[in-house]
DNA sequence: AACAACATGTAACCGGTTACATGATTGA
DNA sequence: TCAATCATGTAACCGGTTACATGTTGTT
């Protein structure tokens, strides 16, 4: 009902996506969310729980309540006029990838080489943390019959490897230019001036 | 007054940060911010003025009316206060990487290797965009005396270049792999089943 | 008995964008 | 004189997170 083609919210497309494959609760789409598109795409109950309901109103998913002898809960399933919705989101031009980076923003403001080098540190850090929480949820992505969830996150892991060795030659060369400043003019009386 | 550390908002952050180099009116901000952090940290209008008066009320900065013979102006430096409070932040544990990649996740649910392949070129497309943009500032990066806005910006570059690459090759072996399924096996018929 | 995990949902808050409103100045 | 740019600011909206509230089921 309502207007046929209001675009999808953020939390509405990883939904539908994920509803695609198969009938879920919110619950399990929560955790699916957080073992698989959770490095570039995030998800919380807040916005998970009231986006299903606005789509269920929208009739682009179907929820029936599975009081089997299990707990209770809500499976959603996908309705037709949710899979042409995603179908037309997944054709559509995406947005520009967007990046909120607080160590760069750290790097870029430093006044010494020392707090620059110790940005670069920490940015590598998140890196290689991440890398390993991507390494952790490998397996799952490799048991999908699709092959792109392992891809992206094969990007994952290829991009954050990338940034954490962009930024340990950083502070090395930081690091190193520090060393030879420090070294070479001892006393500044005469040093030359360039 | 208030309360002596409340954490600074993300668009605090950038205003400190800029407003060390030198004094700044809100649209100066918004105009270096475009130029400068925009890849990675971005700050519109609507969140800079009110944060300035905000700030302004914290005595992190100090506004005085600019009426010279110029137009109208609200020129903003930083205080004592401001300058610790930025210094703080900058020697915290940054905040993680955030990403939100809306062709990654429409890449992730493809379907079909054709959709996958679109869904790669469209993200090469942009990380192509987003480093035309880039190579757009370097000059003015490059003129700057610290070496960090210009090493921030190799980074921007270098991480563009090297998305758009994976993108590329990924969108390539999903042709090829398409062309090679469509060419091989043409009548199913009586094809070996693996 | 108590705790972890399952399961749904709401409320308060945060912090952003876009669009709007206003008006001065500069240059074509 | 008309448009672009400079310059500040607000209001409406969007969409997220965190914390809270509630209750069940399975495990120790």
Do not use: N
Not at 54 to 81: C, K, N
Not at 125 to 151: C, G, N
């Amino acid at each position: 009902m309502s207007d046929p083609a209001s675009p999808l919210s953020p939390t509405a497309k990883v939904i539908l996506g994920l509803l695609r494959a198969e009938p879920m609760s919110g619950y399990e789409i929560k955790q699916l969310v957080d073992r698989s598109t959770r490095f570039f795409w995030t998800a919380s109950f807040g916005s998970i729980y009231p986006e299903l309901k606005r789509l269920s109103e929208a009739e682009l998913v179907a929820g029936t309540e599975a009081a089997d002898g299990d707990r209770r809960q809500i499976l959603y399933e996908l309705t037709d006029a949710g899979e042409r919705s995603l179908t037309e989101w997944e054709r559509s031009d995406p947005a520009p990838l967007e990046l909120r980076d607080e160590a760069l923003l750290q790097f870029f403001f430093a006044a010494e080489p020392e707090l620059a080098a110790e940005a670069m540190e920490a940015k590598a850090i998140d890196h290689a943390a991440q890398h390993a929480r991507l390494q952790e949820i490998a397996p799952e992505a490799a048991s999908k019959e699709r092959p792109t969830p392992l891809r992206a996150l094969q990007f994952g892991l290829d991009l954050h490897e990338f940034c954490r060795e962009w930024c340990e030659r950083e502070a090395e060369r930081l690091r190193s230019d520090a060393d030879s400043v420090r070294s070479e003019p001892a006393e500044p009386a005469e040093a030359p001036k360039d």
